[in-house]
């Protein structure tokens, strides 16, 4: 045994020199409490709003109590048997539902609480009120809930937009881009669901289809058949995917490989150029921003390797799956990003914490002088299987040569 080795297991054992342990306890600990204060946060609302504030019968307050606890105390062995090693479809079902459960009881809540006030210092409502607002509360989320899953598993609408674009040559104008974004094959097994979403996708006379990444929780061996009818995808140009963040839990280079397979074009830091009626288009494709904390080899966003000999006097169409990538993109003068990631906030008001994070939440913007951006509010879902106010979409592009 070697010198370093004895003394730095000696000091160990000491409990003197184990600092590293000492700091992976302590973040370990931190997190338990930020969890634990997260799921405190998110019942304690629907705990008094519904139950404990609205002067129900005693057996009423201690079954509701009964049920926030024992979702507390059971949340977080089924996101870890879910989403960690293990990989359980069944226990991911039953997380990422009750978390879409009490995320709308606990929003509706808080309105329902704030309503409470309102109405008491207005003296509406009398000795009922509390009642009344509780099974308000309950009827409004119930709703929501409802509808909300309708929302998320039906196949989307198609949303059409023209975008103009300056540089587009005359024999482009016209050219039609479908966008696929999110599709989140997971859990739930949506492969009927996936081969409808093509019948639409091909029902839009794509000239090129793009999917901006995530497509799916899982590896590509898990997600085979819910993936397989992208394969079907019909494009008289081009159908390109560059990867989302999520395929960087789920074996990023297999997917890109999984996409190759099915006759797409993977543009990892890479374009092809289109072209019709003698003018081109360069279609170019970046990883997502967190593949360099991967650990992946070669994997990362770099947009100079994407448009490494490309003609800078050709007008571009980035695929970068976060909108936060478009300061890089209006920098090198790129003409228009698609992008998806913010599902639109997927389940109200989660938009509002999106937004923090993200430049725009959905829709067409602009950056700069000459890009574009259009964020797309997704194809699928992830986690929670509800979508309120921020549906889903398949999303028609109609690059215009003029301007507007």
């Not at 999520?246 to 074996?251: A, I, K, Q, V």
């Amino acid at each position: 045994m070697a010198v370093g080795e004895s003394t730095e297991s000696g000091a160990a054992d000491a409990g003197v020199a184990a600092p590293g342990g000492r700091r992976g306890r302590r973040s370990a600990v931190r997190r338990l409490g930020v969890l634990v204060l997260v799921l405190v946060v998110l019942c304690l609302p629907p705990w008094w709003t519904v139950f404990a504030g609205a002067g129900w019968p005693l057996p009423v307050v201690l079954g509701g109590t009964a049920v926030l606890a024992a979702w507390m105390l059971s949340f977080p062995f089924l996101m870890i048997a879910g989403h960690g090693a293990r990989q359980s479809d069944r226990a991911a079902r039953v997380a990422d539902t009750s978390l879409g459960v009490v995320w709308v009881l606990f929003t509706w809540s808080v309105l329902g609480a704030l309503a409470d006030l309102v109405l008491g210092g207005l003296d509406v409502g009398g000795a009922d009120r509390a009642r009344a607002v509780a099974v308000a509360v309950a009827v409004v989320s119930a709703g929501l809930l409802g509808w909300g899953h309708h929302e998320a598993m039906r196949v989307p609408r198609v949303r059409r937009l023209d975008v103009h674009l300056p540089r587009l040559g005359a024999g482009l104008d016209g050219t039609r881009v479908v966008v696929l974004a999110d599709t989140h094959y997971g859990p739930i097994d949506r492969a009927h669901w996936s081969a409808r979403v093509t019948e639409v996708v091909n029902g839009l006379d794509a000239d090129v289809v793009v999917h901006a990444g995530d497509i799916a929780d899982g590896t590509p061996a898990r997600r085979r058949e819910q993936s397989a009818p992208l394969g079907a995808v019909r494009a008289r140009l081009a159908r390109v995917y560059v990867t989302g963040n999520h395929e960087y839990g789920s074996e990023a280079q297999g997917w890109l490989d999984r996409m190759a397979d099915l006759g797409w074009e993977p543009l990892h830091n890479r374009h092809v150029v289109v072209e019709r009626g003698g003018d081109a288009l360069v279609l170019a494709g970046v990883d997502d921003v967190t593949a360099a904390s991967s650990g992946l080899a070669g994997h990362r966003a770099n947009l100079l390797g994407a448009l490494a000999g490309a003609d800078p006097d050709q007008p571009v169409l980035l695929v970068a799956h976060q909108p936060k990538y478009v300061p890089q993109a209006a920098a090198a003068g790129i003409d228009l990003q698609v992008s998806g990631h913010t599902h639109g906030g997927q389940i109200w008001p989660f938009n509002l914490l999106v937004r923090i994070d993200q430049p725009v939440v959905h829709g067409l913007s602009r950056h700069g002088e000459r890009t574009q951006l259009y964020t797309s509010r997704g194809t699928g879902f992830w986690g929670p299987p509800f979508r309120v106010f921020a549906p889903s979409e398949i999303t028609l592009l109609t690059l215009r040569a003029t301007t507007g």
